[in-house]
């Protein structure tokens, strides 16, 4: 009875602490999404290829945008012409550069300030890696002739000619709607990204408290003393959970005993590559871009996550 308690407890935890980065971030994306259409620091991308990789990256860090609906932006962005070099890098990095994941970050590990550095760094890395991957790609050549039709909650997505379009609730897009109906639109987004993201903060939570309550601790010991058990665990544990980037971070502080470096390592491949995400990539890119998606970032974050174990974190 005291390990339900113990449980219960933790579990709740988690989540109290989570929920109110995971509310931010639902609330700034749904005004984004509202009030700012997704290509506009985009539309004036550089020529030169460190350019439109930098303007991803740049972009990444002003519009916060959770991982469970990036695929569909960076898809509407390519059918826009924007250049891949500067869209696929949005794409893998934005869900974990923007100030809410970061703040999210710093308040789950008490202001160390490094583990944010190298979460950043273990995320930038492999979205600059994919764009130079794509060389001079057309944004046609990226994805497959016949992307799917990717819709969150809420949305019914309609074509335009070559374009896509996104309609929702209340839609605050130009579409003459008024600043009622945007207001509308904003709480719509809100409510349904929270809803939509806040079961796999519980799940991810209940997981996390179930380790920590009922695995017998010499098995979490063997974890948590060897470095490339403790990265490879919290990988799979990433990929399998889909825990949004606002909140994946409460997860990862729970896990006590385990390096520096299997943590940041959950933080980083988690938002890349999970099992939200994987299904995602192979329906709106072509095959080989699709493969990229999943194995780059993985082996990227495995191979620094290798470098921190050497260092000791």
Request: charged fraction near 15%; proline fraction near 7%.
């Amino acid at each position: 009875m005291q390990d339900i308690s113990i449980f219960a407890m933790a579990a709740t935890s988690i989540f109290i602490e989570a929920a109110p980065f995971l509310l931010l971030g639902s609330l700034i994306g749904a005004v984004i999404e509202v009030l700012v259409p997704g290509e506009i620091l985009l539309r004036f991308v550089p020529s030169n290829p460190a350019g439109q990789i930098a303007a991803g990256l740049f972009a990444g860090m002003l519009l916060p945008t959770c991982e469970c609906g990036i695929v569909p932006v960076a898809k509407r962005l390519l059918l826009k012409n924007v250049p891949p070099r500067a869209a696929i890098p949005y794409m893998m990095a934005a869900p974990v550069i923007n100030p809410v994941v970061i703040g999210s970050t710093l308040f789950a590990f008490q202001g160390d300030v490094s583990v944010v550095i190298l979460r950043v760094l273990m995320v930038i890395a492999p979205a600059m890696a994919l764009g130079l991957f794509l060389g001079d790609a057309s944004p046609r050549e990226v994805l497959k002739p016949q992307p799917a039709e990717l819709k969150r909650f809420g949305e019914q997505e309609e074509k335009h000619g070559m374009y896509d379009h996104v309609h929702n609730y209340g839609c605050g897009c130009v579409c003459g709607a008024n600043d009622e109906n945007k207001f509308k639109a904003m709480l719509f987004h809100t409510g349904a990204e929270f809803i939509s993201m806040g079961r796999f903060l519980i799940f991810g939570a209940i997981v996390a408290a179930g380790f920590k309550t009922f695995l017998p601790p010499e098995i979490l010991d063997v974890f948590s003393a060897n470095g490339w058990l403790a990265v490879t665990g919290l990988m799979l544990l990433a990929i399998l959970l889909s825990i949004c980037s606002e909140a994946d971070a409460f997860v990862a502080a729970s896990f006590v005993s385990f390096p520096i470096a299997a943590k940041v390592a959950f933080m980083a491949v988690g938002p890349m590559v999970d099992l939200k995400l994987i299904p995602m990539f192979f329906a709106v890119f072509n095959k080989r871009v699709a493969i990229a998606l999943v194995v780059v970032p993985i082996v990227s974050v495995y191979a620094m996550s290798f470098i921190l174990t050497l260092g000791g974190l």
